[in-house]
């Protein structure tokens, strides 16, 4: 199984600061068929189920507000927010898609300084 | 808009079989561009794949091996929804089940509710 690491497991960012998530893959997750890194980001609000960010390492979900980012490639990756708002206090995923069983990082709270 | 509905009891006993439906809207489950999952989500387990099917000119599906033997996604084309069989449960299976789909981004784009279900006696 690729095993998922995040870092760190809780931040608190001050409004209108930027955030930084990281997750390590145990494997490259760079999928020979597509040549993009299958590595997706998630939000997670208390009650709601995760709900997309980022796909394909930097591709932003539809709707998705632009102070989301996604970069890294290989085993390491990063989630971005630029300048963190008031709603984005949540938990943050990241999850790959390379093999089976897909599986997820450990999750990193983000909270308002 | 795609939508995911779930339904299925809160409380199974131990050793008896875990069942949970997802009924889709705006798409299908025949789709040959999306795929249907199941995922769980428990304090001690955090976020955790189950399984999926798909269909590619035929049905196919995917199992944790952590799970193998034990569990069963069937789709079900007449109602488009698909399910999730889950046997010989024990309390460790207790956790909120939802569905969700893979789509063109091979990412879960959209998620059911999720079913909270407890494993007790």
């Known amino acids: 199984d690729i095993v998922m690491i995040q870092s760190p497991d809780s931040l608190a960012v001050s409004l209108g600061e930027r955030a930084t998530i990281n997750c390590k893959s145990s494997q490259n997750v760079l999928h020979s068929s597509t040549n993009k890194h299958c590595l997706a980001w998630f939000q997670q609000k208390p009650g709601q189920p995760p709900k997309l960010l980022i796909y394909?390492?930097?591709a932003r979900e539809s709707g998705v507000p632009d102070r989301f980012s996604g970069s890294g490639s290989g085993a390491d990756f990063t989630l971005t927010i630029s300048s963190l708002q008031a709603e984005d206090v949540a938990v943050y995923y990241c999850q790959q898609c390379h093999s089976i069983p897909l599986t997820f990082g450990g999750g990193t709270k983000v909270e308002i300084k | 808009q795609v939508q995911l509905q779930q339904s299925g009891p809160g409380l199974v006993k131990p050793s008896q079989t875990l069942s949970v439906t997802c009924a889709i809207s705006g798409d299908s489950v025949s789709s040959n561009n999306a795929a249907w999952n199941w995922i769980r989500q428990s304090p001690s387990r955090g976020l955790e794949w189950l399984g999926r099917?798909?269909?590619?000119?035929?049905?196919?599906?995917d199992y944790a091996p952590s799970l193998k033997g034990r569990i069963t996604i069937n789709p079900d084309t007449s109602k488009n929804q698909f399910s999730l069989q889950l046997n010989s449960v024990t309390p460790e299976d207790t956790a909120v089940y939802f569905c969700?789909?893979?789509?063109?981004?091979?990412?879960?784009?959209?998620w059911g509710q999720g079913t909270l279900v407890t494993v007790s006696s």
């Open positions: 969700a789909r893979t789509g063109s981004g091979w990412a879960f784009d959209r």
């Open positions: 099917t798909y269909y590619r000119s035929k049905w196919f599906d």
């Open positions: 394909w390492a930097s």
